[in-house]
């Protein structure tokens, strides 16, 4: 389980101060697909780097399966696998050795890796570039390297920021069906993404995040309950405020 309460960060500009987070809090539950549907800028990217402990919050608390992020970071991170939006992957590697890179760090021995990979390959169709050198890899390649490279030590707590982005169609629907078994082996999974048709898909619960604060929290029913919309997009529109900024 991941508990968020009351985050803030501010980051400097040639302008001023910009208030990227403020009071951000959540919850995500085991079992559980949890959403974070935002515009560009909203403050989801931040919020998900200060819960993989790559940036520190000026206020508030995170805690992993009870453990406070700030005081057991490095704790807190074996319980989670993460997909940032900067995927990162050694170029002079394979798909295969980054994976296993990964494995290694977080203590696997190699059997368990290779039984990982394969088990990972499968699912994300890796087979044809599993062994080539990541230099040259097309963006989906790196995507389906690097969401493997989250996922090899077998993590309670998902972090996935934008995990579609490149890849196809089948491949996204192979995807969807792993998180969704994931889910019901009872982990936590966070899910950020700016398409509404994966939101509506996967996630039990979502979180509507705009100008660096919470808007709305609740199922994808109960927020088009709220809003009076029949259609998730037009809601989110609503919520979000974001025909205000239109007008």
Do not use: W
Request: some cysteine; charged content about 25%.
């Amino acid at each position: 389980m991941i508990r968020i309460e009351n985050l803030h960060k501010s980051f400097r500009s040639r302008t001023g101060t910009v208030q990227a987070v403020r009071g951000v809090g959540f919850t995500a539950q085991d079992g559980e697909i949890l959403g974070l549907l935002g515009p560009n800028g909203a403050g989801k990217t931040t919020t998900l780097r200060m819960l993989y402990t790559l940036m520190a919050p000026e206020q508030g608390r995170i805690e992993v399966d009870g453990l406070d992020v700030q005081h057991h970071p490095d704790s807190a991170r074996r319980q989670l696998g993460v997909l940032p939006d900067a995927r990162g992957i050694y170029k002079r590697l394979s798909a295969r050795e980054n994976i296993a890179y990964f494995g290694r760090l977080h203590g696997l021995d190699e059997a368990t890796i290779d039984a990982r990979i394969g088990v990972l390959s499968e699912t994300l169709a890796m087979d044809e570039f599993l062994d080539r050198r990541a230099e040259g890899f097309s963006q989906g390649q790196r995507t389906k390297t690097a969401i493997a490279r989250a996922l090899v030590h077998n993590p309670r707590n998902v972090i996935l920021d934008e995990p579609t982005n490149g890849l196809d169609v089948m491949t996204t629907r192979r995807l969807r069906s792993f998180l969704r078994g994931l889910r019901d082996e009872g982990r936590c999974i966070v899910f950020s993404s700016h398409i509404m048709q994966e939101v509506a898909a996967l996630c039990d619960r979502i979180v509507v995040i705009a100008r660096g604060e919470v808007q709305a929290t609740g199922s994808p029913d109960e927020l088009r309950a709220q809003t009076g919309c029949e259609d998730l997009e037009d809601a989110f529109v609503q919520l979000a405020g974001l025909e205000e900024d239109a007008a």
